[in-house]
């Protein structure tokens, strides 16, 4: 049996010729994203923005009749809510960012929620509540800052895990390469202007778990090559350290893909941003193991003194002793 | 490296076996066959996004409790005063700004006032509740100290949770959970029910029951305005009842507190027919109720329930039975609520609903059943992709991933942790990543054949060499794992307990695993060269 190979062996591929356009690039999408975050904005969800969610099913309609929902919850006086289809087309999400008179007052904000679906449960009788959140802004407020401590602290503490395990260039490439991902993933979600929830925290999150086991495994084999040909230059060992790890970078990406793509499809409707974003995160974290983490290190300086290991002062008593020195 | 002696052998199949038995109480819960009740039942957890329910977070606002301590301290002190041998007279009593002041008639008396008072500020715990000052030399002076207010909070907290145990355990709910979160928040979860809003209620009525004489002689005019004479303070009328939307003004003091209940129905009114709420009162209560009744016939006095006038009826005869009637335009329902918040006792601090969550249970099935079968599709293209590639050393990655679900699964019922709708997520990541060891493995392997190496000494290299990178990288994922867990909430902390327990099951599948069924065949069939 012939097996399926998606990298032909051997390649050789020059990665680090371009890497200072590619490097541009990526500044420059970093750039686009942070300034579409600020401009456009993100679709907060009432996790982040407080206020209600409704989530419903017209069981008896073949599409949910969004227009008329929105005139209808608007109506009540809580402002104009955001209508979504959610799932089948019978279902629907209602979210409603209360005014702030009224978010501030729990017991009213208790008293909206209770109202808008009881309006809508009187209005359409085949209306099934699937679920409903309802998120004052005091807590709202909290879960962004635990969403940005968490942010912070993930990719502080793993960057200063690489220092430990290899070097500090290693540990500022991976920190960069995170940076990279995240913010891209961010100007994603502000560009397309997905819900930003809790959930999508998490599939940053894991992005930055499965995005640094690109990078290790291309760091760990830089290292190992640093050791094993101490005369390359840095730019042809790194392509080198890329290539050999091309055929496992390429194969491991698309289990992950080909695994996630059915959640994507057939999934659940409200795991679809969270699945969304750790999809994307998969293609931006290996791009970014490529060429943020590998080409950094040349500009660090990386030399292949890192990694052999210094003598002691016993280790050279030791060589005098038996006369090699 | 690829040396396995029998007793390691029995030992890995052992963690894998039992691990995956574990699996087994909570697979056939979704079919019709039966785990024998003999055996122990590790169950998975469905988190309440996929079991449908609500999770409620309830705060409790820590100046409530300061206020209500510094009221009671105030009548505590004028009783003392009162009932002091000699009698003490005290004047210019106050309670701005959180202290408890006052003036004594005869200075003289302060060491005998201070003596009376010592119980009172020492409290009856470890910490000191109250400061006491003097000042120009007839004014004494309590505040609050923090300790003693931290602890009045915290024991706050504690009966309030045991009365909402009870409120949620009369509505007929199985297995709430009710846990306190950080000093002043409370969680509740209860998973399948019917009714949200009914809980919702339940959970934010204090019933603070109060029974205090109506202040006849207030100006009509000063009520309606809201202010209130000396001694007297106004409540205006629920909405429910027959004046709504008007004032009432009451005496401050002397009224009683319905918290020494022995219990509390609903019931209707023999004359009108109304539904309203019948309230036992224990023996010290009910001599308090007739007291109040007898000394104050034909008078007045307002039924408070949580600072709204439920109704203000006249004292026509004392009443000694010590059984009451409420009664304040209730519905049958409402009614039957005030009388398991009743029964239940009074919250001794007010909650505010600060999150919700609620999810139907029509939706969480559809959820599990669409998550089950992508995760199905998911595992299939995984596994073909990696036959496809590695043929047997696939075979043996597929055999390890399916041994990998099972034993995640097990681990997580033994564990007995929650399964949410993103830990729906973290095993389709899992499945997807779990190979990752198996790939970087046996592209090693490749490599080293490339280079020229034997077989047997190619697999060695393959299995040492990656076992580094796979190290590193599932202690980053560990980390962020972690991270994951501690500041995430509910359903994400069920995303990262899938990830955290996913990485030591791949490991132990995929590379330990795999290894020994490696070893095994190489031993057996001593090939010369790999399909690889």
Redesign the interface.
């Known amino acids: ?1 012939r ?4 990298v032909p ?2 390649t050789n591929i020059k990665f680090l010729k371009w890497r200072i356009p590619f490097f541009v690039v990526s500044i420059l999408l970093i750039a686009a994203s942070w300034a579409l975050v600020m401009t456009k904005g993100l679709n907060y969800g009432v996790d982040f923005a407080g206020g209600l969610e409704v ?1 419903a ?1 017209f069981t008896q309609s073949a599409e949910a009749p969004v227009a008329q929902l929105r005139d209808d919850v608007e109506a009540l006086g809580y402002g104009s809510p955001v209508v979504q289809r959610f799932g089948e087309d019978n279902q629907v999400s209602i979210r409603v960012r209360l005014p702030d008179d009224v978010a501030a007052d ?2 009213a904000a ?1 008293e909206a ?2 109202e808008v679906v009881s309006t809508l449960q009187a209005e359409y009788p085949d209306f ?9 802004g ?2 709202s407020g909290e ?1 962004r800052m ?2 940005i ?2 942010l912070l ?2 990719m502080a ?2 960057a200063l ?2 220092w430990i ?1 290899f070097e500090w260039q290693f540990g500022v490439g991976a920190l960069f390469a995170l940076f990279h991902d995240v913010s891209l993933t961010l100007g994603m979600f502000a560009l397309f202007q997905l819900e930003f929830s ?2 999508i ?2 599939a940053i ?2 992005i ?3 995005s ?2 690109d990078t ?2 291309i760091y ?2 830089i290292r ?1 090559n640093l050791k094993k040909y101490r005369k390359m230059p840095l730019p042809e060992l790194l392509d080198l350290s890329v290539n ?2 091309l ?2 970078t390429v ?2 990406s ?10 994507l ?4 409707a ?2 679809f941003g ?2 969304a974003g ?1 999809t994307l995160g998969l293609f931006v974290g290996t791009y970014s193991s490529v060429y943020m983490a590998a080409p950094i290190l040349v500009w660090l300086g990386v030399t292949s003194d890192s990694f052999v290991p210094e003598e002691t002062v016993a280790d050279v008593q030791e060589k005098k002793a038996r006369g090699v020195v | 490296m690829l040396d396995f002696p029998t007793w390691r052998k029995v030992w890995l199949w052992s963690i894998a076996i039992i691990a995956m038995l574990a699996a087994l109480p909570s697979l056939l819960s979704a079919t019709s066959v039966r785990w024998p009740d003999a055996l122990p039942q590790p169950m998975v957890n469905l988190g309440l996004d996929l079991a449908g329910g609500s999770h409620i977070l309830l705060e409790a606002d820590p100046a409530d409790v300061a206020a209500q301590r510094l009221e009671n301290m105030e009548e505590n002190v004028r009783s003392l005063m009162r009932n002091a041998e000699p009698r003490i007279r005290i004047g210019d009593v106050s309670t701005r700004g959180g202290q408890l002041s006052f003036i004594l008639d005869d200075p003289s008396q302060m060491d005998q006032a201070r003596e009376v008072m010592l119980p009172s500020i020492n409290g009856t715990g470890l910490v000191r509740e109250w400061d006491l000052t003097m000042e120009d030399g007839n004014r004494m002076i309590l505040s609050p100290t923090a300790d003693g207010t931290d602890t009045a909070v915290n024991d706050a907290m504690e009966s309030a949770i045991e009365v909402i145990r009870k409120r949620i355990d009369e509505l007929g709910t199985r297995e709430p959970t009710i846990i306190r979160q950080g000093d002043t928040r409370i969680v509740v979860q209860v998973p399948g029910l019917e009714d949200p809003d009914q809980l919702k209620a339940l959970l934010g009525e204090t019933a603070e029951l109060e029974f205090k004489l109506v202040d006849q002689n207030a100006l009509p005019s000063d009520v309606a305005e809201g202010r209130a004479p000396p001694g007297s303070e106004i409540y205006p009328y629920a909405e429910t009842s027959d004046f709504a939307g008007q004032n009432l003004a009451v005496r401050r003091l002397g009224g009683i507190r319905g918290d020494n209940l022995t219990g509390a129905q609903q019931s209707f009114d023999p004359q009108t027919n109304e539904p309203v709420v019948t309230i036992q009162f224990d023996s010290d209560g009910g001599r308090r109720f007739a007291k109040l009744t007898t000394e104050n016939v034909g008078k007045p006095f307002a039924i408070i329930l949580d600072g709204q006038v439920l109704s203000a009826p006249n004292i026509n005869e004392p009443i000694r039975g010590g059984t009451a009637q409420i009664s304040g335009g209730f519905s049958v329902e409402t009614a039957n609520r005030l009388a398991i918040s009743l029964r239940s006792g009074a919250l001794p601090v007010e909650l505010a609903v600060v999150e919700e969550r609620t999810v139907g249970p029509d939706l969480g099935a559809d959820s599990i059943r669409s998550g089950m079968l992508a995760m199905a599709i998911g595992s299939l293209l995984v596994i073909a992709l990696m036959i496809a590639s590695y043929g047997r050393f696939g075979v043996y990655a597929t055999i390890a991933l399916v041994i990998n679900i099972l034993m995640l699964l097990g681990i997580m019922a033994g564990l007995g942790t929650t399964l949410t709708l993103p830990g729906i997520a973290g095993f389709v990541l899992t499945i997807g990543a779990a190979v990752d060891a198996n790939v970087l493995i046996n592209e090693r392997i490749r490599e080293e054949r490339a280079r020229g190496r034997r077989v047997v000494a190619a697999v060695e290299t393959g299995y040492k060499e990656a076992s580094r990178a796979i190290y590193d990288a599932n202690v980053t994922n560990f980390i962020a794992g972690v991270l994951l867990f501690l500041f995430g909430s509910g359903p994400i902390r069920g995303f990262a307990v899938v990830l955290i327990i996913g990485l030591f099951t791949s490991v132990f599948t995929a590379v330990t695993l795999t290894r020994m069924w490696v070893a095994a065949w190489l031993r057996k069939a001593r090939p010369s060269d790999l399909n690889l």
């Not at chain 1, 097996?3 to 998606?6: G, I, T």
């Not at chain 1, 499809?265 to 659940?268: E, M, S, T």
């Open positions: 049996m097996l399926l190979k998606l062996d051997n989530r099913t729990q017991e208790q929620a209770n099934r509540l699937d679920g409903n959140d309802n998120v004052s005091k807590v879960f635990t969403a401590y968490a602290a993930a503490a793993i895990y690489i395990r809790l959930q925290i998490a999150l894991a930055i778990g499965y640094l086991n290790i495994v760990d084999r190992e050999e790890t055929a496992r194969m491991t698309l289990t992950l893909f080909v695994a996630l793509l059915p959640l499809i057939f999934g659940p409200s795991l969270m699945v750790i």
